[in-house]
């Protein structure tokens, strides 16, 4: 950030209280857990909650009816995000066409982490274009396991991965020839505890559990989840309520509603009079001409 005007420019540092992917990499080496939170498509208002309630790690992707309308989006919302929550470390979930080769995948990369983001998640990411990024300086927490998305097509659907020692050691590779190509990060969903936990022990870089169970290095839940969203009966094994934001948030909306309708809101002390003798002019002009 900088200030001044014209040539007489003073450059502002990053605030000390900026979380990057350099203190989630030392959360790891100090064996201190990394909370994550993926807010989806919802607005940067959650991703403030997360900051102010200590979060280490937020995964964001842009609105957007269709993916050329998120990657669209994603810059601007990424500059919205930053706004509310100036410290908190981002990682912003990028379109496939946005990575389909190379080049494209370290300019959106350094567009995005231009305006705010502190890595970015390509999943699915080949070994040379995530060795090519890395290789640019671009910081990259990806993703192994069952993929988010149209990807689950090659699993079969969302569903559990690595259940045989033969896909267990697969998914092994994966992971470690992401972080041998310079991945600094990683979450993994959908294997079982036993090898989200073996393969986070075994990685130098950040392992973070989803729908997993395994302890790892952290652990993420989508706000969907984590704020009771999505009814009970539709609510996967690793979901677990904090809050019912719906069920309060719609108690409110009705109450505010009936209380609009019996005339009860707003209430005298909502509101202010005005002065007696000035309000009878007013009526008395009122009147006089209308």
Not at 122 to 128: E, F, L, Q, S
Not at 234 to 243: N, Q
Not at 266 to 275: S, V
């Amino acid at each position: 950030m900088a200030k001044g005007k014209g040539n007489d420019i003073e450059m502002m540092p990053l605030s000390l209280q900026r979380k990057t992917i350099w203190h989630i990499q030392k959360m790891k080496d100090e064996g201190n857990k990394i909370s994550m939170v993926g807010t989806a498509y919802l607005d940067p208002l959650f991703v403030m909650m997360c900051e102010k309630s200590g979060v280490d790690l937020v995964r964001y992707t842009a609105p957007g009816e269709k993916s050329q309308d998120r990657v669209q989006a994603t810059k601007m919302w990424t500059r919205l995000i930053r706004k509310s929550a100036p410290n908190i470390c981002l990682n912003a979930v990028m379109q496939t066409q946005q990575y389909a080769d190379k080049y494209t995948a370290v300019k959106e990369a350094a567009e995005l982490v231009g305006d705010g983001a502190d890595s970015v998640m390509p999943m699915g990411v080949t070994n040379d274009t995530l060795q090519y990024m890395s290789d640019n300086l671009i910081p990259v927490f990806g993703h192994v396991g069952c993929l988010s998305g149209w990807q689950t097509g090659a699993f079969g659907g969302y569903r559990r991965v690595g259940k045989t020692a033969e896909d267990a050691m697969k998914l092994f590779r994966d992971a470690y020839e992401y972080q041998e190509c310079g991945m600094i990060g990683m979450t993994i969903e959908m294997a079982s505890r036993d090898l989200t936990n073996a393969i986070a022990k075994k990685l130098r870089i950040p392992v973070i559990q989803v729908a997993a169970g395994g302890v790892a290095d952290g652990s993420e839940m989508v706000i969907f989840d984590l704020l009771g969203m999505i009814p009970s009966a539709g609510m996967a094994k690793h979901g677990k309520y904090y809050s019912k934001l719906f069920d309060d948030s719609m108690k409110a909306f009705a109450e505010f509603d009936a209380e609009v309708k019996q005339e009860i809101y707003p209430a005298e002390e909502h509101g202010w009079g005005m002065d007696q003798i000035e309000f009878e002019k007013f009526m008395n002009e009122l009147e006089k001409k209308y």
